[in-house]
Structure formats: C-alpha cells, structure tokens
C-alpha cells in the first residue's frame, strides 16, 4: 500500500481534461512544496513532467498544470492526446530525507 | 545530457548479495544528491535510498534499512547499492536517480533484479 493515495485509473476523450489526485498528509504533501508528478510508458524509465508543485522542465507541455491544497496535490491534464495515455505518479518530500510515491494512475485516451 | 546507466542487476537467490553501480555522465555528480528507486513487476515506484553530495550522509526506506547500502564515488562519477540479504519481495526494477531540490528529476533506464530460490 502506497503512502500517498492516487485513483487506480482515470480516463478522457481527445481533446478532453483529466485530473489526477495525490492525497498525502501534513507530514508529506501538505508540509512541502517539493511534490512532483512523473509519466511513465511501459517497460520504460518515470519522466518527470512537474515539480516544485507545478512547474514544468523544459520541454514539457503546458497541457501539464498542477496544484496543491491542503494535503491534496492534482495533475490536470489539459486537451488530452493519445501519447498522454501513460502512467502517472505523485511523489513528496516526506521530510528526514525520506520521500513517498503514489500507487499511480493510468490514464486512457478512449 | 544527462545520462544515467545502472548496471549489476541479474538473478540472486534468497539471503544473496548483489551490487549495483550507476555510471552518471553529462553533469557534476560530485554536487547532486542521487536515490535508488525501485519497481516491483507491475507495481509502483517506491523510494529506497538517497545520498548526499559528499556521501557522507544516507537515509534508507524501513523495508531496506539494515541490509541495503548505498554508497559513491565522486572520482568516478558511480553511485552504488550494496544490497545484502536479498528477499523475493526485493525483486524489482532498480533505478538510479539524480535529485534537483528535494525532487527526482533525471531518471536512468534501470537494472533489473530477481530474487527467487
């Protein structure tokens, strides 16, 4: 069982929005900005889409936001395209040096 | 560019060792702090280990502490993981991982290992 909570799967047409929910508690999530959201494809290594919340890396969609309330953080995902159909993963800095992932979310293009 | 190969991984059997070497290139490893994460076969990611820049601090999960080390050599720009006591639940996808601020940015393609009798 994963530290932070994430819906097994989500799902949305082209063109649609999909949020993806990462509930912590104060001690991860809730305490620190330092949450971020990963995509992986099958059999290939987690590419990180957001951190510091919602920031993204350079040569990331902006179709990628995020946000954080309270012990809550969320992926949006905005004008969905089939390459998006992956799996994604929240991850906090859990203080002590120590960090969380969620269980994960797949995200299907229907 | 940032590359991060991970190598040592294969099949061990129960109560084993195995050590895994992360071979970085591309950036100053000897200012980034580096983790372990691991993948179960179909499962989540989970957080094993994280080193500090000098190698002079480590912090473990619960479920490795005692008999995963993780080590580096910045002359050599190689992360390890020395992992003693192998269980079957430790059989997963092990990946090398290099920390910006408190967040796993650059990931590598990862080294499987199988623990089973």
């Known amino acids: 069982q994963s530290v932070l909570t994430q819906p097994r799967s989500v799902s949305g047409s082209p063109g649609q929005s999909v949020t993806i929910s990462c509930t912590g508690r104060?001690?991860?999530?809730?305490?620190?900005?330092?949450v971020s959201w990963l995509q992986q494809y099958p059999g290939k290594a987690p590419k990180l889409m957001l951190f510091?919340?919602?920031k993204r890396p350079s040569g990331v969609p902006d179709r990628f936001s995020g946000s954080k309330y309270g012990n809550t953080a969320s992926l949006t995902i905005s004008g969905l395209q089939a390459e998006d159909e992956a799996d994604y993963y929240c991850c906090s800095y859990a203080g002590s040096y120590t960090w969380v992932f969620g269980g994960g979310t797949k995200v299907t293009v229907l | 560019e940032v590359q991060l190969v991970e190598s040592g991984g294969g099949l061990v059997q129960p109560g084993g060792s195995l050590r895994l070497s992360c071979e970085a290139t591309g950036f100053d490893f000897n200012i980034y702090w580096m983790h372990w994460v691991r993948q179960a076969p179909g499962k989540g990611l989970v957080w094993v280990s994280r080193i500090n820049s000098a190698g002079s601090n480590t912090t473990y999960a619960d479920s490795v502490k005692g008999r995963f080390t993780i080590s580096r050599d910045n002359a050599e720009d190689t992360l390890y993981l020395q992992m003693n006591s192998l269980r079957v639940d430790d059989t997963a996808v092990y990946y090398c991982?290099?920390?910006?601020?408190?967040?796993?940015?650059?990931w590598g393609q990862g080294t499987l290992v199988t623990v089973s009798p």
């Open positions: 510091d919340v919602g």
């Open positions: 104060s001690s991860d999530v809730g305490g620190y900005n330092y």
């Open positions: 991982v290099r920390d910006t601020k408190y967040q796993l940015q650059s």
